[in-house]
T-cell receptor
Framework: GQNIDQPTEMTATEGAIVQINCTYQTSGFNGLFWYQQHAGEAPTFLSYNVLDGLEEKGRFSSFLSRSKGYSYLLLKELQMKDSASYLCAVRDDKIIFGKGTRLHILP | DTGVSQNPRHKITKRGQNVTFRCDPISEHNRLYWYRQTLGQGPEFLTYFQNEAQLEKSRLLSDRFSAERPKGSFSTLEIQRTEQGDSAMYLC????????????FGSGTRLTVV
């Protein structure tokens, strides 16, 4: 079966750092994605991890541990525009999405 | 290339009516995917095509749902005898071969069944 777990909601303050965790149990694994989705819009690609370790891209970093079935997305220097849902997704021959974490940024 | 295009953007229909949505993928993308997303949930996989072949259908896709990609370019998703539970955002995405850069999503079609 496919199971991807991430917190439903998180709140953080502008300028701070937030870490969004994701655990997964899937029948196949060929990599893990993080997507950002603003309300009413389509998801947009943030990062892709296929090997263990940390991938850094500007203010956003993503970490993967395949043995633990665990990933996190780290957002630094939070801005108000980062208020969105963040979707953890596992790739097999298609992409299976978690339910998303709604991130609220407080001024 | 203008990305993945979906039409219409919004559709309101009465329960029991049939609806059809269209997706035009990025022209060089050979794979096309349909997802459904309800409020507060992540996208749920429905089906996908490689060129014109439909390779997988989710169990979520009841007999009332059918998807086609007749010439390996655009795709249509039809829902027959719509029910209120079909109200959702229907997302189309495309990719070329390897998924290392994920999908490119369209803006979606929001269906409301009244």
């Amino acid at each position: 079966g496919q199971n991807i777990d991430q917190p439903t909601e998180m709140t953080a303050t502008e300028g701070a750092i937030v870490q969004i965790n994701c655990t997964y149990q899937t029948s196949g694994f060929n990599g893990l994605f993080w997507y950002q989705q603003h309300a009413g819009e389509a998801p947009t690609f943030l990062s892709y991890n296929v090997l263990d370790g940390l991938e850094e891209k500007g203010r956003f970093s993503s970490f993967l541990s395949r043995s633990k079935g665990y990933s996190y997305l780290l957002l630094k220097e939070l801005q108000m525009k980062d208020s969105a849902s963040y979707l953890c997704a596992v790739r097999d021959d298609k992409i299976i999405f978690g339910k998303g974490t709604r991130l609220h940024i407080l001024p | 290339d203008t990305g993945v295009s979906q039409n219409p953007r919004h559709k309101i229909t009465k329960r029991g009516q049939n609806v059809t949505f269209r997706c035009d993928p990025i022209s060089e993308h050979n794979r096309l995917y349909w997802y459904r997303q309800t409020l507060g949930q992540g996208p749920e996989f429905l089906t996908y095509f490689q060129n014109e072949a439909q390779l997988e259908k989710s169990r979520l896709l009841s007999d009332r749902f059918s998807a086609e990609r007749p010439k390996g370019s655009f795709s249509t998703l039809e829902i027959q005898r719509t029910e209120q539970g079909d109200s959702a955002m229907y997302l189309c995405a495309s990719s070329f071969g390897d998924l290392n850069y994920g999908y490119t999503f369209g803006s979606g079609t929001r269906l409301t069944v009244v």
